[in-house]
Each structure stands twice: as C-alpha cells, then as structure tokens.
C-alpha cells in the first residue's frame, strides 16, 4: 500500500490539494478531533489492496483541533483549512477541485471506521463501467446492520411515516427506509444510501460535476445520488464491504434537525410542484403534532414545516444565538 501526494501542508495557504492518487480518501470535519483520529487510524487496514491514494481532510473552520491532529497523523494527510464552515458539500467540492479527472473519490464522515480491505471491496464493485457510487455495509457500534439504504421519497411513504414512524414503516417495507435484513446481503442498486460513506467514481464525478453546496448539511448525498441515476450511472450497494458509524447526532440536536427537515422539503420541491409540495409538508406537519410531547427534536419537525423555509446554514447559526 502506497500513500502518495502526502505530507501536510504546515503554514500553506488554504486551497484545493493538488493530487496525483487514482483514489482520494476525502474527509470533511467540523470539530471532529473526538472521532477524526480513529477514523485516520483505521484507514491503513481499510485501503489495504487499493493501490496508491491521497488522504485530504477539508476542515470547515473547527474551533477544537480537528486539522492540527490530521497534520500531526503518522499517515501522511493533506489539510485543507476552508477558512469558514460552508457545510458538508462545499467541502467535498474544495477537495475535488485537486483532483484529476480520473481520480474517484471516497467520501468518509469523521465518525467512520474502515474495516480491513474495506476499500478494495468497494473499488471491485466500482469497476463495472455502469457503476457511479458504490456504497458498503454499515454496522453500528454494536456490530449490528445499519438501515442505511433509501427509496426515493413520495408522498404515500412520506405520510405513512408521519403515521406509523421511519422504523415501523422501515421494517413493514412502506417507508423511505430499507429495513429488511434480507436486503443488505445482497449486492444490487439503490435509489441512494447515507453519505455517511460513499466512493464516487470519476465517471460519476465526470457526468454529474459538483455537488450542491445550498443544502448545507443533509440531503445533499440524496440530490446528488439522484443526478447520478439520472446521468445513466447505477448507485450499487457493496455488502462486502464494511464499515463501522458511530453517527447519530441529529437524533439529540433539535438545530441539526432542523437543518434536516427544511432540506427534506427544500429537495422535494425541487422536483415537484407546489401542491404535491404543500401534501409532503402536511406529512411533515402531522409527524410533527403527533410527536410533540415526545421531545425538542420532534417539536423542531413541526415548526420547520409549518414556516417559510430559511437557508439551512441559518438553523444552525440560530441554535449559536
């Protein structure tokens, strides 16, 4: 296994990594120094058998020590210091612009944990010409399988969850969430998967150009992963493959849930009227009412839906005030 383009970029000014690597592990951190370090521990095993690649860590203006532990990292890491958090995409976006044409990119939160040859077995099932993203299992903590596979959104599963719940309607095979185990052991293509860990292929980086940068945090891998499928590339899940999540946070931040719920209606309208509009908020709404009492995160729900949306940027930059 071969790291090249590494070293760290010390007192440079902040701007795209120039790198030479067919493969380009991208990492985006925004005060990630409690999970970063044992994200970059488990990479030697994970690219195992990859073949040559560059690590870049895009640091969206952390106020702890998320860039100075990936520079100080024995594996030799490319920082990109962004200067401002601009959000998810914009930093997979800063990476890329180093990249060359043929380069794919693995995209990994800070949370994640490659296991042995994790990779090599995304690579393999990226290689067929069709691919775009490839993405692997994810287990949680517990070694348990990750629901991390979705259909696209409508209304029918959009209102059914309001009723029954994402897991419910998840494990009865109604919901926007992929629940049956049977599912993930199998390799086939998806509508998408989570972005907590996706390997984009250069083609797919060819045909479908940046990602979009106005989502901020959330719904930013389920736009993109569309124009993937729109482009004529396939998103295939890679059961070989694994990968371990930590993840979770939104569940307790009723500001990164509100980032979520406005980017879930900000992406349906995109591709929908304004009716069909206005019934997938009233699933929202009633997902919310019904919820309510439960907790603040529940309550957010409900009051994004019912107002005009805002820049998701400006949910969390409300929570700060």
Known sequence: MTAVAGGTLG???AGPAAVAAPLAVVIVTYNSADVLPGLLDSLEAGLAGAGPFAVIVVDNDSRDDSAALA?????GVQVIRSGRNGGYAAGINLAAV???AGADMLILNPDIRLCPGAARKLMDCAANEWVGVAAPMILNV???????????????????????????????GVGDMIANRKTYVRAHAVDWATGAVLLVTARARERVGAWDESFF???EEVEYQRRVRSSGLYVMYAPDSHVTHIGGDYMQSPALTSVMTSNQIRYYARYHGPLATALFRGALIAFGLLRAWRSRTHRAVLRVA??????ARDYMLQAKS
């Open 142 to 172: 517990d070694g348990s399988i990750a629901s991390s596979l979705r259909r696209e959104p409508t209304l029918a599963t959009t209102w059914i969850q309001a009723f029954l719940g994402p897991s419910l309607a998840g494990r009865l």
């Open 11 to 13: 007192d440079r000014p």
């Open 71 to 75: 520079e100080a990292h024995p594996l």
């Open 98 to 100: 180093g990249l060359p």
């Open 306 to 311: 019912v107002s005009p949306l805002r820049p």
């Open 217 to 219: 945090l959330y719904s």
